[in-house]
């Protein structure tokens, strides 16, 4: 009864606080409209009593609680501001001084938007109160003309230069000759005038870059200026932050942004370390790009080699790690300001710079911070460590900003100047500097989010990175981007040994996964991969979810690093870590509440560690020794031990485990389980395990997933039919992946890793229940659509191994989805439908192949893009069962569906070109299946829209893919010779295109598919009067092939030479002696070139291509022997055997 009374009283007193809050506000808001009104009619002529109602109305004003809502009428409050700046002299100091206090409360604090007229009256106001006001106003002036100004971009344009030179003297004054204010408040003030004139605009309007550049350059002097002698400290740390906040909103606007790349970091590197010693304060000075890395620079002091427990002579002393669990404190927000000491480090991975606490993610905060936020019992150091880790935070900011603005290409080059290369001093400025060395967990949160932001995307700038020796008197770039490669993992590792903040661990990790996902490993030293898995294990059971999540994404990138080294083998795939894991927080299956880890658990890892550690550098030496290449370090050399089939990795362990496995013993064998009464890790942490299972199965399947099929497979049963609706569909993605790689086994040309017995009896028991439940969530589309891609990942091997049942529930769970409400399925549906139909158990079904037809064609109808996109990649897909049918005497879809197929095809190919890649495919296989006797019945107009939307998509429009996959089309509807029966005029129509491509076009594929092609009709006659212009088309191209408007386009010259070379073989075989006139001026020409390229054809040929060599060779003979051929028909011929005519024993071979 008593707790009830507690709690009654309390609520009651919420409830009181509550009406008197609303009480007060509307108190606020009816004085303000009555205040408002007597304002509104008030006319000020210049006499001693209109000057004190004027007063008097302006306290009134200014007395409202303007922390609550006082202003329900904006129109009002506008009307006020024109009438205050209206009635009150600019000369008046006093009353200036309250008006500018009244614009502040209204625009500030209120949110209302000046515009129009009155704002330009307002500001002119403010000019003039600047001019004829003493100073000691001038700081309410300043503040009053700052929030008018702030956000309205192009709005005040006009008064730009006016208030430029208005706030130039301000900003240059020392003294004070009336003596009533500071001149370092009034700079002050006035800076932050210019910085509001420099602020975005909130309407996105373009700024003018002329006063931006001026702003510049007076914030770039103001940063430059030395602390003045009378200058307060504060007020000197005040103008920095000011300073650096307008540079950055000049940066954000500025168009040439480029060009102040170099001046930008260079300010940043001033100001980043500012206040921390030992590191002095410096002036900003520009930076430039390093092209190439610095020649003679002195390597590193020399380390002597590391030796082992057990190997060498001498033991490293035995060393604890702090586990997470053993974290006494953590850091918070307001931390920043409370002088802390840093957490020391093991002796093995203490760095000279003190790593620091971190704290909270996000670079949100107050920039502003007047002296009574703090309490008079503060000491003044706490005051001047904020002020000081303002400014770095403010530095950090603006090189944030800089590299969101900037072109990556162009940043790259100033990599140099921010991050270590490991061959400078361990004091260089620099952001890991920053990182290891910042007391203010808030500047260190921005040093990792700006890291983030550099690394993302530079996955393809990072691929160049390489080892090498640095010691030399050059290093190549590639090298110096290597070193410093290596240098980041060294100090990411150590900032993850020293970290205890939970929120900083989440950013802190993020940048560690972003790292490995862009790093080469395969080129670099082997070693790195293992630093980051030895500093993350151990976070892996923290007591947090998010930091567990957070872990398990690195751990995830690090299991998907292509291309595989041997070293990812030993960091992670050891069975005997598994021992070393102790369970983190976890929940009773269906709940989601966090626990503690055990204390005990917590010293048996503790205990083990160091032989852990000594145990994996032993192995780190072992690949080190054996990899004698480092450019073939992702193959695995043979005297690396394999661990197949030793047991779990301790990876997929610890995944499991956080699924609800559990070891079972049972007749002396332990397995894993998954438990009725088991224990789950939270849900963000089974999903992320679910991730990594899934990148386990695309890049590790053979070592990881295979031998451990049987358990995975209970663990995802069991995900799948979890009430999270997010673990459900994460568990579904898993299985699609683990499908995908079992798929990709068994076609694997050096023997499956798993059999097929086991394949199927995975699928067997999925289908019976998990999956097929997913399909009949009706209110959660996502698990619909993953359900869809499941089955569409089985396997035409595995397809054919279920029953019949189990076939026929597949395809119709499928065929229902097509049709569901969200486009999502249906586009996951048709898509697996137009896997499916490739299955040679249904492509020779024809209700199979008609109802799968029925579904593409309705789904190309789709109104979502996404599903005509894949509608028409199924769309393609049946028009090559269909193919493949006729090939092996199959039953044949009537000859009206076919036409209708076309039809679709035709639509599909004006759509846009997502849908047009595909549509031309399907549209091409059409045309080459459809009969003479279907062109008679239903007449050759739709043939001729087929054959225009290929010639068009093949001849316009911007997308390369469309383009090619028209043209090999255009082969495939050539390969049909009874088209040409009833629509001879489709020769004048496809040819000359093509001609056309393979001649200049600045494509190689496109170019590619036109010359194979050109090269398709099987007879003289099909190419008609075109035939010279084929091989004039063919035999340039041939020549222009050097000619690359895209050095990209480098990788496809030699298969265009090939395929050139093949076509003019295929059309020698075809020449008649009719055709030898026309022929003899091209092949003269060009006799030398195509001799040349055919002589390197035949160096590198093929078997299959063999015969068409020889085929035009043999053919040019028997032309030659013809007797009644002139002397121009001859030459012909002649010169057709000796371009033709190559090593013949070396081709007869094959």
Known sequence: MKNFMVRYVAVLRELTMAALGRTAANDNTSKFQLIAQKFSSLVYGRSEGDRQIVNALLDDLNSLD????????????????????????????????????????????QEVRVEGRTLTVAIQWCIQ?????????????????????????????????????ILSPLLNVTNDLNGLSSPWDLKLAALHCLEALSAPPTDCSSSDTEYLETCFKIFYNQLNLDKHSDQHESNYCKIILSALRG???????????????????????????????????????????????ICDIPPPVARGPKTIKGVGSRTRPPRKRSTPGKKKTETTEDDEDIPHTAPSLPPSTAHPEVPWLYGPVGLDCSWRTSDSDYSDSEAPASRLRSHHARIRQAALQLLLALIKVSDRRVMCGYWWNLLPDGLQSINTRTLITCLLRDPSPRCRTAVLIVLWTLLVGSRSYLQQAEHGDPSGSFIPFSVSLGN????????????????????????LLRVVAILVQNTPYHRLQP?????????????????????????????????AVLPSVPELTFCLMKPRFALLLTKGPGVKQGTQSEGEVSGDDEEKYEEREEFELDAEEAEIEQIKFTSVDNSNASEVDSSVPSLTGSGLPWILELCLRNLGCQSVSSGGVTKFAVLSDGTFAAAPVRVESLQVIGAMATCHFANAIAPNISVLQNALEVALKDSDESIRLHAARAVESIGLAMHKSLEDETGPTISMDVITLFWR?????????????????????????????????????????????????LFGCVNDEESLVRASAVRAIGLFSLYPCLRKDIQFTLDSIEAVSQSLKDENQIVRMKASWSLGNISDSLVFNRSEGCEEVPGNVLLDLLQASVTASLDSDKVRANGVRALGNFLRLVSADAVRQHGVEVIDRAVNALTRNASTGSNMKVRWNACYAIGNMLKNPELYEHNINCQTTIFPVLCNLVHNFRNFKVRINAALALGVPEHRALYGQHFAAVWAALLAGLDNSEHMADFNEYKHRDALLDQICCSLCHIATLVTVEDLNGLHDELVLHQDSLQQHLRRMEDSVVPERSGVLLGAANHANQLLSNPSLNSVQRNSALLLYTVFTLNQDKLTTY
């Open 247 to 293: 540079i950055e909103n000049v940066v954000v606007q500025s168009s040439a942004s480029g060009d102040l790349i170099g001046d930008v970091i260079g300010i940043t590197k001033a100001f980043m370390l500012f206040g921390i010693p030992p590191y002095q304060a410096i002036k900003p000075s520009r930076v430039l790009p390093a092209a190439v890395p």
């Open 765 to 813: 028991e999925l289908l019976s229940n998990s999956v097929t439940s997913l399909v009949q969530c009706a209110d959660q589309p996502s698990l619909r659509a993953a359900a869809c891609d499941c089955l569409a990942n089985i396997g035409v091997s595995v397809f054919e191994k279920l029953s019949t049942d189990q076939q026929i529930l597949s395809f119709t769970l």
């Open 66 to 109: 303007f922390s609550r809502t006082v202003v329900t009428n904006v129109d009002k409050a506008v009307l006020i501001i024109n009438q205050c700046c209206s009635l009150v002299p600019s000369n008046d100091t006093f009353l200036v001084a309250k008006g500018c206090h009244l614009i502040n409360n209204l625009v500030e604090k």
């Open 129 to 165: 109160a600047l001019k004829q006001c003493p100073s000691v106003a001038s700081q309410d002036v300043l503040a009053a003309l700052g929030v008018l100004i702030r956000g309205n971009g192009a709005k005040v344009q006009e008064h730009s230069q006016a208030i430029l030179s």
């Open 527 to 559: 070693g790195l991969l293992t630093k980051i898995v030895r500093s993350v294990r151990p976070l892996t059971v923290h007591k947090d979810v998010n930091i567990q999540v957070a872990a398990l994404t690195v751990l995830g990138a690090v299991v």
């Open 484 to 507: 410093m490669l290596r240098e980041l993992h060294r100090s990411l590792a150590q900032a993850l040994a020293a970290e205890n903040a939970v929120l900083a661990l989440t950013q």
